[in-house]
């Protein structure tokens, strides 16, 4: 399925909750033959948090019940590769980005830091 999403129309059925169901399923299974700890809790949230925390904030909206409905859903004012929409998004890339490297550094004590 994942390989389909190319070519598929954007914002089609790669944006609908049925494709966020199958990947969870889909990587369920990659979880279970790799024996990677909660890669289908995460996967599926960041694949979702696209959609959510994205492009249903966008005008043009998300078709959530494709391929039952066209409908396209938004609660948006953002318009995409609008100044305002870029500004957040690379603003939201620099958190994200800095909560990993942390995250990495705290897991993996990269600082050799002591708790006294």
């Given at each position: 399925m994942l390989a389909t999403f190319p070519w598929l129309k954007h914002r089609s059925f790669?944006?609908?909750i049925f494709a966020i169901i199958i990947v969870y399923f889909l990587?369920?299974?990659?979880e279970l033959i790799t024996n990677i700890l909660n890669l289908s809790f995460f996967g599926t949230i960041s694949y979702a948090s696209h959609i959510f925390l994205g492009d249903l904030f966008t005008r043009s909206g998300i078709p959530l019940l494709y391929p039952i409905s066209d409908k396209k859903f938004s609660l948006g004012f953002f318009k995409v590769?609008?100044?305002l929409?870029?500004?957040i998004e690379i603003i939201f890339i620099m958190i994200l980005t800095t909560l990993v490297v942390f995250t990495i550094i705290n897991k993996f004590n990269l600082l050799n830091?002591?708790?006294l």
């Amino acid at each position: 399925m994942l390989a389909t999403f190319p070519w598929l129309k954007h914002r089609s059925f790669s944006h609908s909750i049925f494709a966020i169901i199958i990947v969870y399923f889909l990587l369920k299974q990659i979880e279970l033959i790799t024996n990677i700890l909660n890669l289908s809790f995460f996967g599926t949230i960041s694949y979702a948090s696209h959609i959510f925390l994205g492009d249903l904030f966008t005008r043009s909206g998300i078709p959530l019940l494709y391929p039952i409905s066209d409908k396209k859903f938004s609660l948006g004012f953002f318009k995409v590769g609008g100044f305002l929409n870029n500004a957040i998004e690379i603003i939201f890339i620099m958190i994200l980005t800095t909560l990993v490297v942390f995250t990495i550094i705290n897991k993996f004590n990269l600082l050799n830091l002591s708790i006294l």
